[in-house]
T-cell receptor, first 115, second 113 residues
Framework: AQKITQTQPGMFVQEKEAVTLDCTYD???????LFWYKQPSSGEMIFLIY??????QNATEGRYSLNFQKARKSANLVISASQLGDSAMYFC????????????FGKGTTLSVSS | NAGVMQNPRHLVRRRGQEARLRCSPM?????VYWYRQLPEEGLKFMVY????????ESGMPKERFSAEFPKEGPSILRIQQVVRGDSAAYFC???????????FGPGTRLTVL
């Protein structure tokens, strides 16, 4: 069965520092996509970054990068130069490449950024 | 290009009433997904629809819950005879054909009194 594990319930970081949010996944399929979403206190779900299982390069989007280690089945999110506005819940998710299948979410990590 | 729209944003119902949640996907998106988020939990998949078709409803409770995505108009998630355990945030997401990425609406927070 597919599963996403986020082992860090909460993380704390100072402004301008980098932070890594952990995510491991379990699947027997070869073709899948990995996603990170941000949920601020206002409640909406904001798409941050995507990594395909066949992508050889780690995905990057501005200050976000995804440290993809396929053999270890990990897809950690790295946020560089943290900002106060990065304080939010972060969810790792996975889906299989075939169109139309559901996203499977982890339980999330709460990130708190302090000045 | 407007994002995924959901309304209402907040909905209060008494036990036994019906709840109707609406979702308008992003322009050009033909795939709609509904998820439920209980307090302190991640999102759980409920149902996946394309226009006029339910493709995957493996996450839908067997009773009281139904979903549709008509040819014209928004997708509707309908919960009949609501109970307190239905209190949650319900998110709709959409994606275009050929894309893996789902874009979420702001959610509807349902409170059952």
């Amino acid at each position: 069965a597919q599963k996403i594990t986020q082992t860090q319930p909460g993380m704390f970081v100072q402004e301008k520092e980098a932070v890594t949010l952990d995510c491991t996944y379990d699947t027997s399929d070869q073709s899948y996509g990995l996603f990170w979403y941000k949920q601020p206190s206002s409640g909406e779900m904001i798409f941050l970054i995507y990594q395909g299982s066949y992508d050889e390069q780690n995905a990057t989007e501005g200050r976000y990068s995804l440290n993809f280690q396929k053999a270890r089945k990990s897809a950690n999110l790295v946020i560089s130069a943290s900002q106060l506005g990065d304080s939010a819940m972060y969810f790792c998710a996975m889906r299989h490449i075939w169109a139309g299948t559901a996203l499977i979410f982890g339980k999330g990590t709460t990130l708190s950024v302090s000045s | 290009n407007a994002g995924v729209m959901q309304n209402p944003r907040h909905l209060v119902r008494r036990r036994g009433q019906e709840a109707r949640l609406r979702c308008s996907p992003m322009k050009g998106h033909s795939h709609v997904y509904w998820y439920r988020q209980l307090p302190e939990e991640g999102l759980k998949f409920m149902v996946y629809l394309q226009k006029e078709n339910i493709i995957d409803e493996s996450g839908m409770p067997k009773e009281r819950f139904s979903a549709e995505f008509p040819k014209e108009g928004p997708s509707i998630l309908r919960i009949q005879q609501v109970v307190r355990g239905d209190s949650a945030a319900y998110f709709c997401a959409s994606s275009p054909t050929g894309s893996d990425t789902q874009y979420f609406g702001p959610g509807t927070r349902l409170t059952v009194l």
